[in-house]
């Protein structure tokens, strides 16, 4: 069954970017179609939400892409619970490069979600 794969990035390099490790604060999100285990196409999204990052945008952003997976680093428990309610499978704990990240949700390697590093107890909810 073919789905969109969002992916959270560091940098604008498609399948070659940096996973970030904070979906909420990364610059650019690397879409993927996805069928039958393969990558079959991917496109660069700019975050409109970077730098300026409120609780809650970031679900309603990639559900409107039409996304049915985010894959990140980290992601703060709101967060995941948001995707989940919009019907948006979460995948955390990605290092690596996107097409890397991608193959390992793929072939099942990747799934679950880990919690955010919360160095900004503000916007996800973390504390110290």
């Known amino acids: 069954m073919a789905k969109l794969v969002a992916v959270a990035c560091e940098d604008d390099q498609g399948l070659g970017a940096q996973v970030s490790m904070h979906f909420?604060?990364?610059?650019?999100?690397?879409?993927?179609?996805?069928?039958?285990?393969?990558?079959?196409?991917?496109?660069?999204?700019?975050?409109?939400?970077?730098?300026?990052?409120?609780?809650?945008?970031?679900?309603?952003?990639?559900?409107?892409?039409g996304a049915n997976v985010i894959l990140a680093g980290g992601m703060g428990p709101k967060a995941v619970q948001m995707f989940e309610q919009m019907g948006?499978?979460?995948?955390?704990?990605?290092?690596?490069?996107?097409?890397?990240?991608?193959?390992?949700?793929?072939?099942?390697q990747l799934k679950g979600t880990a919690p955010c590093n919360h160095d900004h107890p503000e916007s996800c909810g973390g504390h110290h």
Do not use: Y
Request: hydrophobic residues 40%.
């Open 24 to 65: 909420g604060r990364c610059p650019f999100f690397t879409l993927a179609q996805v069928d039958e285990g393969k990558i079959l196409s991917a496109q660069v999204e700019k975050n409109p939400h970077f730098g300026n990052h409120q609780p809650g945008q970031m679900p309603v952003f990639i559900g409107s892409l």
């Open 88 to 108: 948006i499978e979460v995948a955390t704990g990605a290092v690596g490069k996107a097409e890397k990240v991608l193959q390992a949700w793929l072939d099942g």
